[in-house]
Structures are given as C-alpha cells and as structure tokens.
C-alpha cells in the first residue's frame, strides 16, 4: 500500500527500550519482522477481551445492566435545565421493545441485516445500537459531514432499506434521493423527533412509510420476541470512512474488534483510573466515529453514565457544568481553543506571567507522578479552569489527530487529571497505541495496546525505513477490521496476507522513559526495614532488580517480628530475610499501583549507605545512576545469572 502523501507527524514509544528496563521478545507466530508489543498482560498472547462475561457488544451492555440495574444510565437535558435520565433498565427495555419492532417490519435477525442510523448524539442513537445488537443485527451511522452523494453511496452499497433518523430535515433528505431514484433500497425512515402529515404524505409519495420511533417501540413490545444475541466474530457495525478522494469506504468491525480494542485500554489504565460505577462521560464527539464509541463502551459496561450534550457545541460549557462529568473524550482541536481562551482572558502581561508561573510549578508535579487539583496553585488560578468543566474531570482521552505537546503539559497541569494520548484509526477499530499511565511527557503516542503487535515497514520512495526505526505503521491483532463491505480491491490494499493492517502513516520508534526507577524507589523506601535502595534494569533481561540498604536501627527488630533471630550482619546471609524484605516491597508497589514488570524480582543486601563521600550521590542527595550501575555491576550480573522467574 502507498503512504500518503500527506502524512501525520506520529512517534511512537519504543517497547524494547524502555529507560533500558526491557526488551521485546519477538512474538511467537510473528517471527522476526520487527513486530513489538505490549509489555503489560500475562503473556505474548494478545487480548481479546477483559471480563469474561463481555465479549461482545450485547454482552457489554448487558455486563452494566446487571451492575447497575435500575440506575442512570442516558442522560439529556433542554437548555437550561437539569439532565434527566433514563435508567439501564429503561434503555434495555426500550431496546428490545424498538429490535422486535424492527422485525415485525421485516427487518432479519441476522449480522447482514444492516440498519441505517442518521441522527447526532443522543439517547435514542444507544437504544437504537443497543437494538440492532440485541437481535443480531448490523448498525450503518450515517453524518452530514460525508455529503449527501457520500450519503447516498453508503445506502445502496449496504443495501440499506430502514434508517433512523433524528430530524424532519435529514428525512427530508433522505426521501429527496428516492423522489429521484437514487437509493431505490430505502423502505421505511423512523423519526426520533415528532413530524407533520406533510412528511407522511411525501413519504407515501415515493413509496417510504415514515414511522416514530416510539411507534415502532410500541409494536414490538405487542410482538415481543426472544433476544438473538450476537457472537464475538459477528459484525456489529460497517462505519464508513470519509477517506481522502472517492467513495467512501466501509470499515466492517465485528464485536470482537470492539471489545478486543477498549479492552486494550482497560488493561493499561486497570491500575491507576480503572472505570467506575460512578463514572460520568460527555458526549459530544460524533457517534458515527469509533473513537467515541468506544470510550462510550467502556463506561457501560462498567454500569457508568452518559451525558449527552445539547448539540450545540457553543454550550458544552454549560453542559458539562450541569452535568460534572468525570470522563472527557476530546480531540485536539478542542484543546486548543481551550488553551487559547485561557491565555486570552490572562489580559495582562502580568497575570500571563504569573499563570505559566503557575503551570510550570504544577508541571514539576506531574513530571514527579504527582497529579492533583488541590494544590495552592489549583486554587490561586485553575481552579475557575476546572469549574467550566464540571470540576470533577478525573480522566481526559484525546485522538483522532495530533496533540500539541505544549498544549497537552498545560492541560495536565491546570487541569489536575490524567489527559491519555492515543493514535489510531478505524480500521483497527479506534486506537492502537495509548499513553502509559505515569509517562506524562508529550510529543509521541504511547505505546502498543495489549491487543495489537505493532511493526513499522520500509518506504523506498520517501525514504523511509526501518532499519532506522521509521517507516509505515501496521497493525496486527483481534482489533483489525474484517475488511471493507463489497471492495475486495481496497481490502487487498489494506490488509496483507498474513493480516497486517497496512495504515498509511509514518512513525518513528522512540526511547522510551515511563518506567522511571526514582517512582519505584520512592515506593520501596516506605518498607520499614529499608533505608536505601537503589532499582537496575538490563534491556537485555525481561525483569528488574535492586540493591537494598537495610536500616541498622529497625531492621533486627523487624526480622523478629517476622521470626528471624539473626544479627544485623548475619541477616546478609540469610535468602529467607531478603525474601521476606522482597514480599514487603512487592506489597507496597502493588499497593501504589505498580505493574508487576516494574516490581523487582530479587535483591542484593548492601550495608553501606549511599553517600556523595562514595560517589553514589550527588551534593542534593539524588542517586548517580550512572555510578550506581558500575559500582554494583558485578552484584547485578549475579542477580540476573542467579534468578530464574
């Protein structure tokens, strides 16, 4: 496949180095093509899935139903009023009453049965979703942005004959193009929002029976049938893609492809912001992208809400004040204009001074794993910032193009939360690569999901290779798309023979430097037999190890406390103490939030301090690591020579 002429500007950060911590191991069935992945997760083997009972997108549902029952699940509001809600009962309810409906009017529980939905965000686009996969069958979205020739091509090419649709103006356009006989497939146009006998009657004209969609749900809670639901390798939508010349391409993404991919993203965030129940989202970015969707899935099935936002975008300030969401999916332009309009309210030269002041100090704090909204600084000048979000912001995601690195380490900082990175695009359903929790610089991507392999191959002509660590990106994993409906000759460009989603992109390996052995160390001094320690860890070994300073005022107190009658110096020799003073390490990283490939597997005793008379510390009392790796290189190779794990 040809890269762009035009390419995004990506870095990626490079597993096999990261801070010298670890290297890839070249995946089993891949051979070694350059393929890396991710270092989290229990083995080579890519995710399909995180909970067992959600593997698909009816299952996901079903998973936040059972969590939360009857509580608030769809939100909305008029302007100037509070969100009302309609609770996951509710919505499960009005889904299988609208899914029965549908096949009371002919529609087929089947995964090639395809339902056209052409509305913005709001509840009833979930109901719809939601009823379309409650019975098996396939939703096709439908946005203004595509134009109505776009519009038209995606109708006939999935041989749609039922859309839903939000307004009497977009009906209006969908009955135009049959007047004309341009999509002679479309039978029946469902309306969310109330219509006239005018819209009847034009739609009696060209052969297409205008319904309500309450009047669907109606008759199929009269003819209620038996859920059909879906299995994992079925298709759950075909989202068209806008491309850059030509018709628009239909990306077919199966239930598997969505669940395989937000489950990538559970796994890297399971340890420092896993969702919760009370987990608010806002939701604004358009529906017919996966990149919504998906961060949409992620709060559903862990039983959290929906807040829709009024749809004008002008007043997602005053929704999210209503609201107070917790979860902010954005892109980067949005960004921007927020970073923009913060400096233009900062009038002076002064009051601009003193807030990068402010972020500056803030962004100390965050580079040191420190990310809070409670600060002086938070109070003295983000906090009016934070209020026009809603002030409970914990968690911002952004994609879809790339961030500005300054703007994204201002936002970090001003705003108090966590703001993820990710690329990707539909074709590996939304992401493939994301931020690592505690890697707060900015300027790359992240790293590989758990669900993907990631390899960058040679392009000749622009004189990108590999070999340099720069090429085309491709993408391989249970989250790659099944190809595109009826184009054998764009799916062949796509995807190769061995399933590599060839993107188009560029990217560039980089050093990686998110683990940082300072966090851990700062974990570890907290076991009370510690007084220094000092983590080490070799690109060419799969694990990490440490040379610990044991404090000679606690430490034999602490050892008979956990049964062992030694002397300080004997306590040295002893591999039970080491593995007892290991355990009470490894139960405060886990405590702090540690993955257990930052956790050290074995330990040197020293009974020397690290002082700057010996070299190991500098005149601020910091570690030279440098020094530190040389002076202990004969204890690390015997750690690593003697540790099998």
């Not at 790293?447 to 004189?463: G, Q, R, S, T």
């Not at 002082?611 to 690591?625: D, E, F, H, I, M």
Request: hydrophobic share 40%; aromatic share 10%; net charge neutral.
């Amino acid at each position: 496949m040809q890269a762009k002429e035009i390419l995004r500007n990506l870095q990626l950060l490079e597993l096999d180095e990261i801070s010298q911590f670890f290297h890839t191991i070249p995946p089993p069935t891949l051979g070694c093509g350059g393929a890396r992945g991710s270092v989290l997760g229990d083995s080579l083997q890519l995710m399909t899935h995180y909970h067992d009972d959600a593997r698909t997108m009816y299952e996901v549902y079903q998973r936040g139903l059972h969590i939360t029952g009857d509580g608030p699940c769809l939100g909305f509001r008029k302007p100037k009023h509070p969100y009302q809600w309609l609770s996951y009962k509710e919505v499960a309810n009005r889904a299988e009453n609208l899914g029965s409906g549908l096949l009371q009017k002919n529609c087929r529980s089947s995964p090639d049965q395809f339902i056209g939905v052409f509305a913005q965000n709001r509840p009833e686009w979930i109901i719809a979703e939601l009823a379309c996969y409650t019975y098996s069958m396939v939703i096709v979205p439908l946005y203004d942005t595509l134009g109505p020739e776009a519009i038209r091509y995606i109708i006939n090419t999935a041989e749609i004959s039922t859309v839903i649709c939000d307004k009497v103006e977009k009906a209006k356009v969908l009955l135009k193009n049959v007047e004309m006989k341009e999509t002679p497939d479309l039978e029946i146009v469902i309306l969310m929002d109330p219509f006239d006998m005018d819209l009847v009657q034009m739609g009696n004209d060209c052969g297409v029976q205008i319904l309500a969609l309450r009047e669907v749900e109606n008759l199929g809670q009269m003819n209620r049938r038996t859920p059909v639901p879906p299995r994992p390798e079925d298709l759950s939508i075909v989202c068209f893609t806008s491309g850059t010349t030509g018709n628009p391409k239909g990306a077919m993404l199966t239930h598997g492809n969505v669940v395989a991919d937000f489950s990538g993203f559970l796994k890297v965030t399971e340890k420092v912001i896993f969702p919760r129940q009370d987990d608010v989202l806002i939701s604004f970015l358009p529906l017919a992208h996966m990149f919504e969707r998906v961060i949409q899935s992620v709060v559903i099935c862990h039983g959290g809400r929906i807040g829709f936002f009024q749809g004008d975008i002008r007043l997602l300030s005053d929704d999210m004040k209503a609201l107070h969401p917790t979860i902010f999916p954005v892109v980067p332009r949005l960004l921007n204009r927020m970073y923009d309009k913060i400096f233009s309210q900062a009038g002076t030269p002064v009051k601009r001074w003193l807030l990068e002041f402010a972020a500056r100090r803030k962004a100390t704090e965050v580079r040191n794993g420190i990310i809070r909204n409670n600060s002086l600084w938070d109070k003295l000048f983000f906090k009016k910032i934070q209020d026009s979000l809603g002030g409970k912001v914990r968690m911002i995601v952004t994609g879809a193009a790339p961030a500005s690195p300054a703007v994204l380490g201002f936002l970090r900082a001003a705003l108090g939360c966590q703001v993820y990175e990710g690329y990707g695009q539909t074709e590996c359903t939304a992401g493939c690569t994301f931020t690592t929790p505690g890697d707060w610089t900015s300027g790359h991507v992240g790293a590989p999901l758990p669900c993907n392999y990631l390899k960058l191959i040679n392009v000749d002509e622009m004189k990108y290779f590999s070999a340099k660590g720069e090429g085309e990106i491709c993408v391989k994993g249970p989250n790659v798309f099944k190809g595109y409906l009826k184009d054998t000759e764009k799916t062949d460009e796509a995807l190769d023979k061995d399933s590599w989603l060839h993107t188009g992109d560029i990217g560039k390996w980089l050093p990686g430097e998110y683990i940082a052995p300072e966090k851990i160390e700062n974990i570890y001094v907290r076991s009370e037999p510690v007084a220094q320690v000092y983590v080490h860890g070799d690109s060419l070994q799969s694990f990490l190890v440490g040379i610990v300073v044991p404090d000679p005022e606690v430490t034999e107190a602490w050892a008979r406390k956990k049964g062992f009658e030694h002397s300080y110096a004997e306590l040295a020799k002893s591999e039970a103490f080491k593995k007892a003073l290991i355990e009470d390490m490894v139960k405060l990283g886990k405590q702090a939030g540690l993955y257990s490939f930052e956790q050290v597997k074995a330990i040197h005793l020293h009974y020397e301090m690290f002082s700057v008379q010996n070299g190991l510390l500098t005149p601020t009392l910091k570690a030279k690591r440098s020094e530190m790796r040389n002076y202990f290189r004969k204890q690390i190779e015997d750690l690593y020579s003697n540790t099998s794990i």
